[in-house]
């Protein structure tokens, strides 16, 4: 796992080098009640081939940093500053105008909600082949052809009939099966997937993710996977950055972080996600609170007003993302991380009252404070 | 569309031709004097009272419409009365519908031929220079009375510069070229006023489905801007241009009256308003009658059209 400071080549060479480089990336939005910072200095290296998961609750800026990456942020409303170096080029000062040359051929997306994300008044297979034709110069027939394998590829029965459906007369999994074949159309090198399967019921959700990991593998292609389950990520990603107010707040190979999480955040996060061997009627563990204002972003660790072993200092100091002792690979930022003496003695406080970790922390004046028996 | 749906609309047709035409015979016994004297001032007694009997007259409000209801349905659309003579109205309509429908075709084609192309680089460029520039645009050309305007065109570019016929009708027969020569202006005319609504209602379609996933895919394809706005945009934003410009289509057939008087062009409104000056009741009611008809007839080619540009209403239907 390389750092990133490793230097970019100026000339990439296949399979060798990160492809993908982001330091220090801030992303902010023009609101009327003054900029929104949506990302806030995020550096993040990606290898060619590998995943990365990006996962963090609604409004951390995790689909804002992907979009941002890709270029995908309009203009007139967005800011970017920062480095991206993606194949060895800097992109941070493209417009439309040049990422056109990377969209669909070397990078595409793929969108949470498959409902939306097609064209309705299109059929599907011409929703493919305008790519095919348009960057890859196929002729109709050749197109077609393409397009019919690529949907078979992603599963879809009888692909010749479905090619002239219409996306309304498919059901949401098998239309996220098409926008993933309209984001490989064109062999991508690098794939954001985001939230692809937040819109989909259960039973097709692993079916979807195999399909992106099967088609990730034989491609040789990189992927970003974004979502706000940490379960989603768990098996599939080598390596998962952690983000809350559009800050990275942790960062580790996976094994790594599931073995041993640092920041209380990514420690609720896990909770949240219900368990199997749950005995019935347990009570759901849910993060409390809400995500900081953005235009306004609260002194301190962003995480404070909702983090169950807050200090006076989280209060007043931004942590900064540090490695763990020993491995560099592991980063986070926080000044009480869980492992921390001072936050075991809370734990154990807390366990001993029979508050649940994931309930809000007290002093926050809410109902759950007071809901311990 | 299904036998059920076909019988709605043939329902639908004939209690808006009950309604339309009932109201305008009522409105037009409302009017003061006696029709007779407009009609024959110079006639004898006889005369008179062989029109006044022709036009039943002398029989009560209702009995009248009824006469002239089923006159109507079996296609006798009663007398068109001169000084000297009478005529079929039939005759007259088949000589005023092509006009109607030709001024209004080519306006419509004008209108939209403009609105759209401005309309979606608008809404592309929304809140720039170019948006705000067109909105003013559009909101004076909608506040000049298409009575003003004609009258400056023909001024100007009629009389002063002598670059288009004031006015007048030559067929497409005839000779195509002065057929469209004199068409201009009042298309023109026409055309001003829809261009505006035409393109307002476009551009704030189109940016509600700019805002949508699937235009951010095509972006994402890396489809070129232009690409992205014809052939992804703007298909599922004009189904409100579609429904605005079909009712303009069949309130313009008949109703563009000020325009066809002002540029001599003997169509449907030119008839219709020369009907109403002269007390042809008979003759306006079937007027009117052909004018509903013709409306509902255009608003179900809009619906059929519907089907053409969105799938889903395609389906919804057959289901």
Known sequence: MSLADTAASPVPVPGTGPILEVTDLSTSFASPRGRVGAVNGVSLSLERGRTLGIVGESGSGKSVLSRSIMGLLPASTAERTGSIVFEGKELSDWGDKEYRELWGTEMAMI??????????????????????????????STAKDTAVELLRSVRIPEPEKRFSSYPHEMSGGMRQRVV????????PKLLFADEPTTALDVTVQAQVLDLLEEQQRERFMAMILVTHDLGVVAGRAQEIVVMYAGRIVEKAPTRTLFADMKMPYTEALLSAIP????????????????????VNPPEGCPFAPRCPYVRERCLTELPALTPVDGDDTHLFACHYPVDSPETIEIKDRLTAQGLLISSPPPGSASDGAQDGR | MTAGGLLKRLAQLIITVLAVTLFSAFLLELLPGDPVEVLVPFGSDEQREAVREDLDLDQ?????YGTWLSGFVTGDMGNYYTVSSKRPVWDRLKEAFPKSAQLVLYSQILALIIAIPVAVFAAAKKDTFFDRMSNTTAFAMLAIPNFALALVLQYYLGVKWKIFPTSGYTPITENPAEHFEKMVLPCITLAVGQIAIYMRLLRSDMIATLQQDFILLAKAKGMRSKRILFRHALRPSSLT??????????????GALIVEVLFQIPG?????????????????QSLVAIIAIIYVIVNFGVDLLYTVLDPRIRNERSA
């Open chain 1, 111 to 140: 969108f949470q909600d498959p409902m939306t994300a097609l064209n309705p008044v299109m059929k599907i297979g011409k929703q493919i082949t305008e790519s095919l034709r348009f960057h890859l110069d196929m002729d109709r």
């Open chain 1, 180 to 187: 993933i074949a309209v984001a490989l159309a064109c062999g």
């Open chain 1, 275 to 294: 368990k199997l061997a749950d005995p019935p009627h347990t009570r759901l563990a849910a993060i409390g609170g809400r995500p900081p204002d953005l």
């Open chain 2, 60 to 64: 009560p409000f209702i009995a009248r």
């Open chain 2, 241 to 254: 241009l579609l429904t605005v410009a079909g009712l303009n289509v069949g309130t313009l057939i008949g």
């Open chain 2, 268 to 284: 449907m409104g030119f008839m219709l308003q020369e009907a109403i000056g002269q007390r042809q009741i008979v003759a306006f």
